[in-house]
């Protein structure tokens, strides 16, 4: 139930390059609607949180240019705050928005090997849309259990109807390697070694605040398109909205949705 994808592929070099990622660096419209998806995620991720867990530092591997680890910071009232990320060009840019908190260009294993568990263990780790980017997904999340207590995932459920000819791999335009259901979620993180405190999944679709980003994000997008291409995506999502008025369940079907868990580690 879990992959390790053997690939000569730069993803440093990627993500550096990736249009998505410069877009959400450098144009305001992108970024207000990527601040919005991660404003969800920070949501979700904090209400499996109980009140009285408390935590001293908390560490984001692929925390592209520190928005959501900062916005969980805030939210969960962490002070000590550290990013990892493998584009320089995120890594850059995190530095520049947010100088109180300590940045790291690399992977999570290059991380550990210069500040190894043994001398230090984060209170949590938050793990938000990255699984699916890395080649071997097991061993990264068993870097994790070693690196934190307890960690925050966040990964989206993408075996459905709408992603049914997706080629993932090395040729997916936003770097993702593989699909996951809820199964094999839940099968990965009790394979890494974690127990699984809280879990449950969701779609950002249903949220209101992050559905007038999305629709204010998409009319952007609309008006740039030739006449035709505009008057056939209005037809699509017109049925997209009313789909999304009328079923979950069918929602999650067709688009997907996110699994999110607290795991407590095992690893001492």
């Given amino acids: 139930m879990y992959f390790e994808n053997r690939t000569d592929m730069d993803f440093r070099k990627f993500y550096d390059t990736q249009p998505d990622y410069e877009a959400f660096r450098n144009d305001p419209e992108k970024r207000a609607y990527y601040d919005a998806a991660a404003e969800w995620k920070v949501r979700k991720l904090a209400h499996l949180v109980p009140g009285y867990h408390t935590y001293a530092d908390v560490l984001e591997v692929g925390c592209a240019f520190g928005v959501l680890l900062n916005m969980a910071g805030d939210k969960l009232k962490i002070r000590s705050r550290t990013g990892i990320d493998i584009s320089s060009e995120n890594i850059e840019k995190a530095a520049g928005l947010w100088p109180a908190c300590t940045f790291f260009m690399g992977t999570l294993d290059e991380f550990l090997e210069l500040n190894p568990p043994a001398k230090h263990r984060f209170d949590l780790v938050i793990l938000s849309d990255?699984?699916?980017?890395?080649?071997?997904?097991?061993?990264?999340?068993?870097?994790?259990?070693?690196?934190?207590?307890?960690?925050?995932?966040n990964l989206p459920l993408e075996k459905s109807y709408s992603t049914r000819k997706?080629?993932?791999?090395?040729?997916?335009?936003?770097?993702?390697?593989?699909?996951?259901?809820?199964?094999?979620?839940?099968?990965?993180?009790?394979?890494?070694?974690?127990?699984?405190?809280?879990?449950?999944?969701?779609?950002?679709?249903?949220?209101?605040?992050?559905?007038?980003a999305y629709v204010r994000n998409r009319r952007a997008r609309l008006d740039r398109k030739p006449l035709p291409l505009r008057i056939g995506w209005?037809?699509?999502?017109?049925?997209?909205?009313?789909m999304r008025r009328l079923s979950r369940k069918l929602s999650n079907r067709i688009w997907g949705s996110n699994y999110f868990a607290l795991l407590e580690s095992s690893s001492r």
């Fill in 130 to 153: 990255i699984v699916e980017h890395v080649p071997d997904d097991l061993g990264f999340l068993k870097s994790a259990a070693r690196a934190g207590r307890y960690v925050l995932l």
């Fill in 234 to 242: 209005k037809i699509f999502y017109f049925f997209q909205d009313r």
């Fill in 166 to 212: 997706r080629q993932y791999g090395e040729t997916d335009p936003s770097g993702h390697l593989r699909a996951y259901d809820r199964e094999m979620a839940v099968r990965l993180a009790e394979d890494a070694g974690f127990k699984i405190v809280a879990d449950y999944t969701d779609i950002a679709f249903f949220d209101r605040h992050f559905y007038r």
